[in-house]
């Protein structure tokens, strides 16, 4: 009798289990920060953008980053060196990036004086 009922338990669990396989669960949106930095780069994938990005208030410092991003089409028309607002949002598997606007020429980031440049020299290689 309790070897019936484990091999029943056995098999509930196993089509349980099977049941969800392929199936990937979206990820938990745990905060989205809107955030100002420039657009630096695409990769070759295109799963990910680099951006350097101003301070995030008691999150994160001003930093270069490679970010995830939802949808690639909205990079279509970004150069190297561009403006750009953005959703920073954090799940419970990292980081990534959504609604890009190009920032109107002339936008003013407040980046420490290390990330400055970045992305505007023609010498500098962003993607790498």
């Known amino acids: 009798m309790i070897t019936r009922t484990l091999f029943t338990s056995a098999i509930l669990i196993l089509m349980f289990g099977l049941s969800g396989c392929g199936e990937e669960a979206e ?3 745990r ?11 695409t990769s070759v994938d295109e799963d990910f953008i ?3 990005h101003e301070t995030i208030p008691d999150v994160m410092d ?10 690639i089409s909205q990079v ?23 609604n ?12 420490p004086e290390d990330l400055q440049q970045m992305g505007l020299n023609d010498d500098e290689a962003p993607g790498q």
Request: charged share 35%; hydrophobic share 35%; proline share 3%.
């Open 62 to 71: 001003a930093m270069r980053m490679s970010l995830r991003i939802e949808d």
């Open 100 to 111: 890009i606007e190009k920032l109107p020429e002339g936008t003013e980031l407040d980046l």
């Open 27 to 29: 990820p938990e949106e």
């Open 31 to 41: 905060a989205s920060y809107e955030v100002k930095g420039r657009y630096l780069s």
């Open 76 to 98: 279509e028309g970004l150069e190297t060196g561009d403006h750009i607002q953005f959703d920073m949002v954090h799940t419970d598997r990292g980081w990534y990036i959504r």
């Open 50 to 52: 680099s951006v350097v």
